[in-house]
């Protein structure tokens, strides 16, 4: 089956870092894939779309790559703007 590619923009990848905790590679409950993230600022069915990044997004906590499936753990409560 075809999925469109969507592609987001830096300032989405930016806001989607802001919303997690940390990613697979320094915390042991990230579970959650970031294009999950990305897609809950979005109005798509995940299931029906691919993302692409511009710009590889980068941990909050160790400033490890992040990539559309790197799995993340999110924050609890989301931080202001």
């Known amino acids: 089956m075809y999925k469109p ?22 915390c042991s ?8 993230v990305l897609n809950s600022f979005r109005n798509y069915d995940i299931d029906q779309v691919e993302y692409i990044l511009p710009v590889l997004g980068s941990c909050p906590q160790c400033a490890a790559t992040l990539d559309e499936h790197t799995l993340v753990k999110r924050r609890a409560i989301l931080p202001e703007r």
């Open 5 to 26: 590619l969507i592609s987001v923009s830096q300032n989405a990848v930016s806001q989607a870092e802001r919303a997690i905790e940390g990613c697979e590679f320094c």
């Open 29 to 36: 409950d990230a579970e959650v894939a970031f294009c999950l």
